[in-house]
C-alpha cells in the first residue's frame, strides 16, 4: 500500500512540475511583449485546403525585423518557425471556412502567405491581423512589402 501511495504522489508532483514548466515556458515567451495568439499552417497546398487539417495553435512574437513563432504545447525554449517580414507576402485573407471553425479560436481571420516560396496560412485575431499589417508596412524604405 505504501509503495502504490509514493508511486501515485511521485506521478501527481510530475505532472504538477511539468504543468509548472509549461506555463513559465509561456511567461517566459510573453514576457518581453509584443507577442499575440498566432495558429500556423505551414506548406499549404496551392488551391488552398480550408478543411481543418494541419493547424497548429501558438504564440508569435515581433523581434526586430522577424516574427518568432512558438508552439503552445511544446516545452522547447526556441520557436519553431522564424518569419522574415521582407520575405513575407501576403496574397490572401478570409473567414475559417467548415471544420477550421472548430479548430481555430472564435474570432480568427485567416491570411495567405507565402515566406521564401512557402506558402503558409496564420490564423489571428481581428486586433492582431491589424497589428501584424502594420508591422508589415511598417518595413525600412526599400524593402518589398505586400500586404493585398
Known sequence: MTLV???GGLVVALVLVGLFVFGLRRRLIQRSGGTFDCSLRWDVPEGGDPGGKGWVYGVARYS??????????????RPRRLLERSAIEVVARRQPAGE??????SDAIVLGCTH???RLELAMSEDALTGFLAWLEAAPPGQRVNVA
Do not use: N
Not at 64 to 73: A, H, K, M, T
Not at 100 to 105: D, F, I, Q, S, W
Open 5 to 7: 501511495l509514493l508511486v
Open 64 to 77: 526586430g525585423d522577424r516574427i518568432e513563432w512558438f508552439r503552445v504545447f511544446s516545452y522547447a525554449p
Open 100 to 105: 477550421e471553425e472548430l479548430a481555430l479560436l
Open 116 to 118: 521564401r516560396g512557402v
